[in-house]
């Protein structure tokens, strides 16, 4: 029995074994035959293009042909949701490389050892052999064409924000930002142009999030501080300086426990970020310095942010006690040296608007409605007028017993500031807010000591 099976498993044997022979004699008689000929194996595509079995210029006419009537009866596209831009080959100066293509389709199975042309010969034979397209383009124009695309579609996102009209509070809805990611496109661009003609390629674009949701805005449903002051609009420089420091402050969301900075959000005060010079007080005398009159937005803001009963963590007061509020509350801000900040220290988001009308700056706080605060003021207690000294200077260009006010010296002030909460029209709570000391300014006369001639000889 044993022998039996064993002589079964040998006959089996030598039966493949002469298969396989027969397969591999014909594979080879086969692939002979197509040695001495002028053809392309069967089985080789250029692109998609089939040229196997025909000759060089056979498959040279082939693939220009066909690449011509691809290109000139469907242009290419790139897209993006509905929308589709056609490329032409035109428009980009678009060529195939026919004579090297060809001759690489012409080498398969004909190059190297016996190995290497023997397995390209049974790929093509048997599962096709595809080279891929070569095409040249310029990439100059088609960089233009894509840059121009991603033009028409990159947008800044637009942040939630709030519309307050007949004491209502509406929100008006984000809007998400487009940016097309040019990188990735043009690597994706340059890998489908070599694959396949004509193309549609869909366009990566990254969605760009707002900072300010309608979820963040959610709570905040009423007003709940109003603060104006007023500027001379006829002052270009400082009118200037002042739109574009509260444009800076406009539309921005407060969360519980942040800390606003006002030097952060407004940026330095430079030429190059749009600020112009104007007068500015400084050490007591008004002299030309660039951002001047930005200091009456971040006060005007100070007093909004103490109206909505915001907690103060840096606030410094002038030199000189500025016209535009009461006195004890200017908040002064220089780059790098002085800022304004305040902290949100509700439950909620807060939100700030500013507006400038004709000679008025608006700042308006808004949050998430506090029924038990109906009333804050802002009192100034302990107010002393500190008078001028009047400094004598001899002067000997001046006639004896003349006089003149070389300047008139200032008064200086002390206050102390309180913030007052009332609720249910009864006092709750009182919290002092600073006490600010303006010096006063010398006043300076000048008395002549020079003698006249007459006088002397008398």
């Known amino acids: 029995m044993k022998i039996t099976i064993n002589q079964r498993a040998k006959n089996i044997m030598l039966f493949l074994s002469i298969i396989i022979l027969f397969s591999l004699t014909g594979f080879i008689a086969t692939t002979t035959a197509f040695d001495v000929s002028d053809s392309i ?88 052999y595809t080279i891929p397209l070569s095409l040249h383009y310029n990439h100059v124009k088609l960089e233009a064409i894509l840059n121009r695309i991603a033009d028409s579609i990159n947008s800044n996102p637009e942040d939630a924000s709030l519309i307050y009209q007949n004491s209502n509070v509406n929100i008006q ?51 709940l501080s109003i603060y104006t002051t007023e500027f001379d609009p006829y002052n270009e420089n400082r009118s200037k300086n002042i739109s574009l420091a509260a444009k800076n402050v406009n539309h921005i969301l407060v969360r519980p426990d942040e800390v606003f900075s006002f030097n952060k959000n407004v940026g330095e005060r430079l ?26 937005v971040s006060s005007t803001l100070y007093n909004a942010a103490l109206l909505a009963n915001m907690s103060i963590e840096e606030r410094t007061s002038h030199f000189r006690p500025p016209a535009y509020v009461p006195l004890g509350q200017d908040a002064a801000v220089a780059d790098n040296l002085l800022d304004f900040k305040f902290k949100n220290t509700t439950d909620s988001n807060i939100y700030i608007t500013t507006e400038i009308l004709d000679r008025e700056i608006i700042v308006q706080i808004f949050g998430k409605n506090n029924p038990t605060l109906s009333d804050i003021r802002i009192i100034g207690t302990n107010k002393k007028v500190l008078e001028p000294n009047t400094i004598i200077k001899q002067d000997p260009a001046l006639e004896l017993g003349s006089q003149v006010v070389e300047y008139a010296g200032e008064k200086g002030f002390q206050i102390t500031t309180y913030r007052i909460v009332f609720a249910n029209g009864q006092e709750v709570k009182r919290e002092h807010l600073a006490y600010d000391e303006f010096k006063a300014e010398d006043k300076i006369v000048r008395i002549g000591t020079k003698m006249l001639s007459n006088q002397l000889t008398k």
Do not use: M
């Open 41 to 128: 194996y069967e089985g080789v595509f250029i692109g998609d293009i089939p040229v196997g079995g025909l000759s060089i210029d056979e498959a040279k006419s082939e693939i220009i042909i066909n690449i011509k009537n691809q290109t000139a009866n469907s242009p290419n596209y790139l897209t993006y949701k509905t929308q589709k831009w056609p490329i032409n080959a035109n428009d980009i100066d678009l060529e195939i490389n026919a004579d090297g293509l060809v001759q690489q389709a012409y080498n398969i199975g004909r190059l190297g050892n016996i190995a290497k042309r023997l397995q390209e010969k049974f790929i093509a034979v048997n599962y096709g």
């Open 173 to 223: 809805p984000e809007k998400n930002g487009h940016k097309v990611d040019l990188e990735k496109t043009w690597l994706d661009l340059n890998a489908i142009i070599h694959t396949r003609i004509p193309f549609t390629l869909e366009l990566t674009v990254n969605e760009i999030t707002p900072k300010i949701s309608s979820k963040d805005l959610a709570e905040v449903d009423s007003l």
């Open 271 to 296: 030429s190059e970020n749009g600020y112009k010079e104007a007068p500015v007080l400084v050490d007591g005398k008004l002299v030309l310095d660039w951002g001047g009159g930005v200091c009456q």
